[in-house]
């Protein structure tokens, strides 16, 4: 036995061989050497660690070491190598801001118009009118003080950013009062403790868990206070015996006590979505109009955008934040302000931003809509599906996702998937492996496609997956 594997560890070719052998045919030809030989030397330690793990001779002998194989392997590992690291994917999750996916997904709007700055040059920070250096967020403030009735605005990379500017910038070394219960924690660990403690400016809690009065907060007020701090709690609900002050009775405590009142707003809703059965969630308007002296949110939650942190609010304090220098750290590059104006500029006509931002879209999209999607692709797979596989539309519900919006359950249809020979994580690992990647969900050891987050041009793709996948 250890002289077969010896004889058959002699039949591994060079490096070097392997790779020239690669390049004579097509394989290799159009691969960068470094590249081509990486993939080389994965495929014969692959083979050398084969041949020493078999345990029989007959498994020595099962070991593919002719030249057609080795070069399938190396073509096949070259191909992986290549491929980008990031990569697109279809979400069937049925989590429309999925995080993890890349959250919003842009206008059609907004990827031309980036597309076009990006591969020319542009007037950034250059005024065409007076034809001298201007002001980088020019693109945007003004449609931010029409969509929102505020003052001013500033635009950095996102809202952990906007908020934590906003602290430094306005109560550095002085106390900033909030509630105990909008002490929140978003995804990555991210903690209003913390970020008020990183920006240096003094924590001072008032009221309880689920219960804070105003008197809690005009008690608080000494002549160390800078802010008085809300915060939405976009991502959790408290119910039952709670309650908490309105920003409104907060902004008359502000003006009484003479001092500014700021919101985090967290995901940014520019559009009253409860006419489509969606939970209230107040606007950026709604707070700007109550008098909220600064206002933060996202850009690529609610308002379908790129990732940005966006500030709104009165122009004395704007100016503030946008004198800071901390706002070059976090300033935003010209693909985001691109995105951001086309997206925003959709919001000058309501039924516009409905029907192109892909969020609001899918967000607001009928029962109907996505039972027709979802019975568009069982009629392209019908005869594709044959013996142990079983596919059928059901009822479910999706999520918003990405702590919007968390007690909304939306309605919806996803195709489930069975199979008398393969388990749901088995169904699952091959629609993850596919090209695109297809990622759904499992159910009580079912797999699941949820139809509202597949666009109308991947029904296609999804098709081909399938199809795939039933030919392994």
């Known amino acids: 036995m250890q002289e077969e594997r010896l004889f058959i560890l002699r039949q591994l070719p060079s490096v070097d061989a392997l790779a020239q052998v690669c390049q004579e045919g097509n394989g290799g030809r159009q691969a960068p050497r470094p590249l081509l030989l990486e993939a080389v030397r994965g495929v014969i330690e692959h083979k050398r660690h084969q041949i020493l793990a078999a345990t029989t001779a007959e498994e020595l002998h099962t070991i593919a070491l002719e030249h057609e194989a080795l070069i399938t392997e190396v073509e096949r590992r070259l191909a992986s190598l290549q491929q980008p690291n990031l990569r697109r994917v279809i979400n069937a999750t049925g ?127 000494t002549e160390r206070t800078a802010l008085l701090l809300k915060v939405h709690t976009s991502n959790y609900r408290i119910l039952g015996f709670t309650e908490s002050v309105p920003g409104e009775v907060l902004v008359r405590l502000g003006w009484e006590r003479q001092l500014p009142v700021m919101e985090d707003l967290g995901s940014g809703n520019l559009i009253d979505l409860t006419p489509y059965g969606l939970e209230p969630e107040p606007t950026v308007p709604d707070v700007v109009r109550v008098g909220v002296d600064v206002v933060t949110f996202s850009g690529d939650k609610l308002l379908g955008g790129p990732q940005a942190g966006i500030i709104v609010g009165k122009q004395r304090h704007i100016a503030t934040l946008k004198r800071h220098p901390l706002t070059r750290v976090v300033r935003i590059d010209k693909m985001t302000l691109a995105s951001l104006e086309a997206t925003l500029r959709l919001y000058l006509d309501p039924p516009a931003a409905l029907r192109e931002i892909p969020t609001l879209r899918m967000l607001t999209a009928s029962v109907r809509e996505v039972e027709r999607r979802g019975r568009r692709l069982l009629g392209r797979l019908r005869g594709t599906l044959r013996g142990s596989w079983s596919i059928a539309l059901q009822a479910d519900v999706s999520e918003v996702g990405a702590g919007a919006l968390p007690l909304a359950k939306i309605p919806t249809r996803t195709v489930v998937v069975r199979s008398d020979r393969r388990s749901a994580a088995e169904i699952e690992r091959a629609f993850r492996r596919h090209d695109p990647p297809v990622l759904g969900r499992i159910q009580q050891d079912t797999f699941i496609l949820d139809m509202r987050t597949v666009q109308d041009h991947e029904v296609p793709e999804l098709v081909r997956a399938f199809q795939t996948m039933c030919h392994e």
Do not use: W
């Open 95 to 221: 989590v429309i801001l999925h995080t993890n996916l890349g959250r919003a997904l842009l206008s059609q709007a907004a990827v031309e118009n980036v597309a076009l700055l990006a591969s020319h040059y542009s007037n950034l920070e250059y005024d065409l009118e007076r034809g001298e250096r201007g002001e980088r967020y020019v693109a945007v403030v003004d449609l931010l003080r029409k969509l929102t009735g505020a003052e001013d605005a500033l635009v950095v990379n996102n809202n952990a950013a906007a908020v934590f500017l906003a602290l430094q910038s306005l109560a550095l070394g002085r106390e900033v009062i909030v509630s105990r219960g909008e002490l929140i924690e978003i995804g990555g660990s991210f903690r209003i403790p913390d970020i008020m403690r990183s920006s240096g400016a003094l924590l001072c809690e008032v009221g309880t868990t689920n219960k804070t009065h105003l008197v809690d907060y005009d008690r608080a007020i």
